[in-house]
Structures are given as structure tokens and as C-alpha cells.
């Protein structure tokens, strides 16, 4: 039985689904802080409760036959956690803590870790490899550093196997269109611009265009909801063989191809037939120029590769916003 925390989450509840598919008994736990009870595959045993209450873990733990976890309960917005840094050290760091914890309590010692290209900081190469010195410079990065450095010790203290995927821009939805993307409020890029040409705002704010970029504004390599899911079930697949020696791994989940937030807008004008309306902004705090993976070490280690081009993952979004204009 695999335990998915932040399971009800736009990437955590793609991943509960494919699990499912696959036929995991999958269990999650979701405060639906921003989460959606509706994302919930219905396959999985679904427990609303907090991560960082240790006594649901307790429960969790004595009463499930727990193989692995996958933790995907976080904040993720890099603005906020400029704005509001002790919430991303408390619900990402101690959150973690306490789950690991309890994992190295219970002998549960197979965990894949949601990360974020956002841990890199303000790289100066056109590819980031895993390689490349951390550097966060907002405390988003930041705290899932410090939760990957955190495994790395625990790795040695105790037999514990741990893989971390630092994801880029997530983007997408599930082809079959069952499943979205729905945060309140939405801050991420193609929502936002999905959102306005639904006519849900008057303009698509860019964030910026004095950016030592071609075009001034700044670079994301996007990667499909459904691929990032994918790295999960490859990195579990690992995982679950894995037997004695501590493993930690880290790999980047990326595309390998950059698009500039303009150029998003414009495809994003193209997939629909829709024209945006277009404001510039001052920048984003915490926003670094140019942030694109090198998927290399994944491909070889876990034989993962990217399915979905940047026009199905509007595509999918768009399909799925159309259909759901309220969200779930
Ligand atoms: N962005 C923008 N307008 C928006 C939302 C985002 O210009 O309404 C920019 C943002 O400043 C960043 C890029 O789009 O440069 C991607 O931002 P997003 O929030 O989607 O993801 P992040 O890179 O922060 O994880």
C-alpha cells in the first residue's frame, strides 16, 4: 500500500490515479487546505487530516500495511513564501519532519519527495543538471532543500531510501479530462492566462519584461501533470526493489525546453483561437530569469522521458477548464 500525502493536490491527485491504474492500494491523507476531495480517485482510502498531527500518522501507520510514501502536502508558490516565509518553513519543513519521522518509527523506509527546480536559485547555464551547486533564493527553494539535505543525513543514520523530483513547471491536465487544475486563487502562469481568455479577468498580467532574456520576459521549461506522474511511478518501481544500502537520489523532471511567458501566451491564443489581452507588470519577487532542466539523469536512471508537448499540456487544461469553468 502506498500513502500519498496532499493527495486531493492538482500533481498528488494525477498520481493517485495513476497509481490506482495500475493497481496500488493507495492510501491519502489531504487537509483540503487547498486540495479537493472531488480530485480523489475513488479507489483510494481518502483521510482528511493534517501531516504534521502525528497521531493520524500514528493510525495511518499501525493500521495500513505502508510500503512507501509519496509526499506531495506543501505550499508551493514561490511569491507567497517571499511574502510569507515562516508558513513554507512550517507546513514544508516541520511537515516533513514529522512524516520521516514516523516513517524511520514505523520501518517504513521508501520515499519519494516532491521537489522544485525552484532549489537551484539563479542558475547561469542553459540546462540545469542535478549537478549544479543549490542556491535557492526564495524560501519556497529553500525549504525543499533543506528537506532533501535532511534525507541525505537521515540516509546515513538509518536504512532509508529516499528519491527527490524537482519538478519544473508543472502544466496539464489528465487526457481523459478527469482530472484539473484548480487553486484558489490561481497565481500559475497558463491557468491564469486560460482563465482570462474565458473571460474570467480583463487582462494576463506578465510579470516583468526587463529580464536579460530574448524576449524580456522570463523562461520556464513546462512539463505535463501526467509525466510528472509518471517519474513518480518509475522512482517507486526503484524504490520497491531497492533492499539493504541507503539510496538517495535526486532528479530533475523537466522538458528540456524553454518558453518565455509571452511565448506561453501565445500558444496558449493558438490552442484555443482566443486573443489575451496583455499588461505589463512590475516583476515577481523570487522570480529567477531562466530556469530550464536537463532531464539526462532521469532518463538513464529510471528510463523516464517527456510524452507531452507544450501545446497538449494547454490543450489538456483548456479541455479540462472548459468543461469545469467553476473548477471541481
Ligand atoms: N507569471 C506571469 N503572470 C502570471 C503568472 C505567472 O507573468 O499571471 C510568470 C511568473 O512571474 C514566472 C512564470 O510566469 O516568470 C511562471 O510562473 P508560475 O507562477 O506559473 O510558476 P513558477 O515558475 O513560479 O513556479
Same mark, same amino acid.
Given at each position: 500500500? %502506498?500513502?500519498?500525502?496532499?493527495?486531493? $493536490?492538482?500533481?498528488?491527485?494525477?498520481?493517485?490515479? !495513476?497509481?490506482?491504474? =495500475?493497481?496500488?492500494?493507495?492510501?491519502?491523507?489531504?487537509?483540503?487546505?487547498?486540495?479537493?476531495?472531488?480530485?480523489?480517485?475513488? =479507489?483510494? %482510502?481518502?483521510?482528511?487530516?493534517?501531516?504534521?498531527?502525528?497521531?493520524?500518522? !500514528?493510525?495511518? +501507520?499501525?493500521?495500513?500495511?505502508?510500503?512507501?510514501?509519496?509526499?506531495?502536502?506543501?505550499?508551493?508558490?514561490?511569491? *507567497?513564501?517571499?511574502?510569507?516565509?515562516?508558513?513554507?518553513?512550517?507546513?514544508?519543513?516541520?511537515?516533513?519532519?514529522?512524516?520521516?519521522?514516523?516513517?524511520? !518509527?514505523?520501518?517504513?523506509?521508501? @520515499?519519494?519527495?516532491?521537489?522544485?527546480?525552484?532549489?537551484?536559485?539563479?542558475?547561469?547555464?542553459? @540546462?540545469?543538471?542535478?549537478?549544479?551547486?543549490?542556491?535557492? #533564493?526564495?524560501?519556497?527553494?529553500?525549504?525543499?532543500? @533543506?528537506?532533501?539535505? #535532511?534525507?541525505? !543525513?537521515?540516509?546515513?543514520?538509518?536504512?532509508?531510501?529516499?528519491?527527490?523530483?524537482?519538478?519544473?513547471?508543472?502544466? $496539464?491536465?489528465?487526457?481523459?479530462?478527469?482530472?484539473?487544475?484548480?487553486?484558489?486563487? *490561481?497565481?500559475?502562469?497558463?491557468?491564469?492566462?486560460?482563465?482570462?481568455?474565458?473571460?474570467?479577468?480583463?487582462?494576463?498580467?506578465? +510579470?516583468?519584461?526587463? /529580464?536579460?532574456?530574448?524576449?524580456?520576459?522570463?523562461?520556464?521549461?513546462?512539463?505535463?501533470?501526467?509525466?510528472?506522474?509518471?517519474?513518480?511511478?518509475?522512482?517507486?518501481?526503484?524504490?520497491?526493489?531497492?533492499?539493504?544500502?541507503?539510496?538517495?537520489?535526486?532528479?530533475?523532471?523537466?522538458?528540456?525546453?524553454? @518558453?518565455?511567458?509571452? *511565448?506561453?501566451?501565445?500558444?496558449?491564443? *493558438?490552442?484555443? $483561437?482566443?486573443?489575451?489581452?496583455?499588461?505589463?507588470?512590475?516583476?515577481?519577487?523570487?522570480?529567477?530569469?531562466?530556469?530550464?532542466?536537463?532531464?539526462?539523469?532521469?532518463?538513464?536512471?529510471?528510463?523516464?522521458?517527456?510524452?507531452?508537448?507544450?501545446?497538449?499540456?494547454?490543450?489538456?487544461?483548456?479541455?479540462?477548464? /472548459?468543461?469545469?469553468?467553476?473548477?471541481?
Amino acid at each position: 500500500m %502506498i500513502l500519498v500525502t496532499g493527495g486531493a $493536490g492538482y500533481i498528488g491527485s494525477h498520481v493517485v490515479k !495513476d497509481l490506482a491504474d =495500475r493497481g496500488y492500494s493507495v492510501i491519502v491523507i489531504d487537509n483540503l487546505s487547498t486540495g479537493h476531495l472531488k480530485a480523489v480517485d475513488q =479507489r483510494a %482510502i481518502f483521510i482528511h487530516g493534517d501531516v504534521r498531527d502525528s497521531k493520524n500518522l !500514528d493510525n495511518i +501507520f499501525s493500521s495500513f500495511p505502508i510500503e512507501a510514501v509519496m509526499h506531495f502536502a506543501a505550499n508551493c508558490l514561490v511569491g *507567497e513564501s517571499v511574502r510569507s516565509p515562516l508558513k513554507y518553513y512550517q507546513n514544508n519543513v516541520e511537515t516533513s519532519l514529522t512524516l520521516i519521522q514516523k516513517m524511520i !518509527d514505523f520501518h517504513i523506509n521508501k @520515499f519519494i519527495f516532491s521537489s522544485t527546480c525552484a532549489t537551484y536559485g539563479v542558475p547561469n547555464c542553459t @540546462f540545469i543538471h542535478e549537478t549544479l551547486p543549490a542556491n535557492p #533564493i526564495n524560501p519556497y527553494g529553500k525549504s525543499k532543500l @533543506f528537506v532533501e539535505s #535532511i534525507l541525505q !543525513d537521515v540516509s546515513k543514520s538509518d536504512p532509508f531510501h529516499s528519491v527527490s523530483l524537482r519538478y519544473f513547471n508543472a502544466a $496539464g491536465c489528465n487526457e481523459k479530462g478527469v482530472l484539473g487544475e484548480d487553486h484558489k486563487p *490561481e497565481t500559475h502562469l497558463i491557468p491564469n492566462v486560460l482563465n482570462h481568455l474565458q473571460g474570467k479577468t480583463k487582462c494576463i498580467e506578465v +510579470f516583468g519584461n526587463d /529580464y536579460d532574456t530574448p524576449d524580456g520576459t522570463c523562461i520556464r521549461d513546462y512539463i505535463h501533470v501526467s509525466d510528472i506522474s509518471l517519474a513518480h511511478i518509475l522512482a517507486l518501481e526503484s524504490l520497491l526493489k531497492c533492499s539493504n544500502h541507503s539510496l538517495t537520489e535526486v532528479f530533475n523532471v523537466g522538458n528540456t525546453r524553454g @518558453f518565455s511567458v509571452l *511565448e506561453i501566451i501565445h500558444k496558449c491564443e *493558438e490552442v484555443t $483561437g482566443l486573443k489575451a489581452t496583455i499588461k505589463i507588470s512590475p516583476r515577481r519577487q523570487g522570480d529567477p530569469p531562466h530556469l530550464v532542466a536537463s532531464s539526462k539523469k532521469i532518463q538513464e536512471f529510471l528510463g523516464w522521458m517527456p510524452r507531452f508537448s507544450i501545446e497538449e499540456m494547454i490543450q489538456t487544461a483548456w479541455n479540462w477548464k /472548459y468543461k469545469n469553468p467553476d473548477g471541481y
